[in-house]
């Protein structure tokens, strides 16, 4: 597919992208609406991903392009130094109302590797103001993705995204994953072995010791890194370990929040409750940039009644509680509640699951992995060439329509959470397909 004649693509330093081979053969997506992009070149492209895990109320949805037109002509900006405005107040206060467990205060940011950063440096300031400022060690796990951020990267544990830029944060150490492929393989949910492995943290408290360590942040469901689901027992056991050792428990719920696995957070579909939450992309269905930090009333409190400084957190945007944002964020929480998407998500889970195992026997494949509305299909390696077969598999399934996610030999999948069981259907034909084409 040549490029447009009347876009020059030369100014454009793409993120996460073979900018050379992107602009050589670029895919362009012009319009989108319900399930559907719209290509450049006039087709129509189902979207097996959300976007970037992100538009989960589907596209195009008329009451958030209205609510954002109405505040930008009503508002286009306001600052939250020392200044407010009722809407960041409204939609801190929507949200808090199904957020989990007793994480009902909220500082908002605009991204998931900000929330991550915000909640990182809260952590430790938290440590601080009550009167344990030795806690200052974080502890993530390896393939854990959680953003871009110095911080993010730091605790993150995807080696590309670690190996270019330095040492990182200091005072940071990582746990193993639970991909155990060999005793896991084709689970449907969550797989039986590995909870044991939630047992590093304790390793880790013997190395360091409990009284230098401030807290661990994980994913719920590690999505970036090709769908590593958890465990039965696993994030229970860490949950255990971190109240005996008086740790902070973060969950990265940048991915599984709003619906993804079928509850409004993972923190809910697992039952286990952790002290900070990060939220981003479905917070305001990818229209507007925008993210958020949950935190327990416990370390909300701790901040208002022990800071001896006027400004409890030395920390904030520019574009934190963005009117825009805020006026998205609103109109996407109403179609989740109004349209019961999160339980729409949950009632066609199994369908979803049943899809996604229908292609255990399709060329290549060695594993697949599900959980909610999320599935991972993963492919053996081509001879010599990582990533090269899956990358095939995506072009393939563009072509016929369909987009997808890769990430190294790991196709990964979130559809709008609006998704029908046709829809289910094309995904996963288009990938047969494509995989009996690819060599």
Request: proline content about 5%; charged content about 20%.
């Amino acid at each position: 597919m040549t490029p447009p004649d009347d876009i020059d693509m030369n100014a454009l330093w793409m993120p996460f992208t073979s900018n050379r081979a992107f602009k050589t053969k670029p895919k362009l997506l012009t319009a989108a609406k319900g399930m559907f992009y719209t290509s450049h070149d006039g087709r129509q492209i189902l979207d097996g991903t959300a976007g970037l895990w992100c538009v989960n109320a589907g596209h195009g949805r008329e009451e958030i392009t209205n609510a954002i037109a109405h505040q930008a002509a009503q508002m286009d900006f306001a600052h939250s130094f020392n200044m407010g405005h009722p809407l960041a107040f409204q939609f801190a206060d929507r949200l808090a109302r199904i957020t989990p467990y007793d994480l009902k205060r909220i500082f908002l940011t605009n991204s998931g590797s900000e929330s991550v950063d915000t909640a990182l440096k809260i952590a430790l300031a938290y440590q601080r103001v009550r009167g344990q400022g030795t806690k200052t060690r974080l502890i993530g796990r390896e393939r854990a993705y959680h953003g871009v951020g110095f911080g993010g990267i730091s605790v993150g544990g995807i080696v590309k995204n670690r190996m270019w830029f330095g040492p990182g944060l200091p005072g940071t150490d990582h746990i193993r994953h639970t991909h155990l492929p060999e005793q896991n393989r084709f689970a449907k949910g969550q797989p039986e072995h590995g909870a044991d492995l939630a047992d590093d943290l304790e390793r880790l408290v013997q190395l360091h010791d409990a009284s230098n360590i401030a807290a661990v942040i994980v994913e719920p469901v590690m999505g970036s890194t090709g769908v590593l689901v958890p465990p039965k027992g696993y994030l229970q056991r860490l949950r255990a370990l971190c109240d005996t050792y008086d740790i902070l428990l973060i969950f990265d719920e940048v991915i599984t929040g709003f619906g993804r696995l079928g509850a409004g957070f993972g923190s809910d579909f697992f039952g286990v409750r952790p002290d900070i939450i990060c939220l981003a992309k479905g917070l305001t269905n990818a229209c507007v940039p925008a993210g958020a930090v949950a935190v327990s009333n416990r370390i909300y409190d701790t901040f208002m009644q022990m800071s001896e400084t006027p400004i409890e957190l030395f920390h904030g945007y520019t574009y934190s509680g963005h009117p825009l944002a805020c006026a998205a964020g609103i109109a996407t929480l109403d179609i989740y509640e109004n349209e019961g998407l999160f339980e729409r998500a949950a009632a066609i889970s199994d369908y979803w699951q049943d899809a996604m195992h229908s292609l255990r026997d399709a060329h290549h494949v060695i594993d697949i992995r599900n959980i909610g509305l999320i599935g991972g299909i993963e492919l053996e390696p081509r001879p010599n060439a990582p990533t090269a077969r899956a990358s095939e598999v995506f072009d393939r399934c563009y072509d016929k329509g369909v987009m997808i996610r890769v990430t190294g030999d790991i196709i990964a999948l979130s559809p709008p959470l609006i998704i029908e069981k046709g829809h289910i259907d094309r995904i996963a034909d288009t990938l047969r397909t494509a995989l009996a084409e690819t060599h």
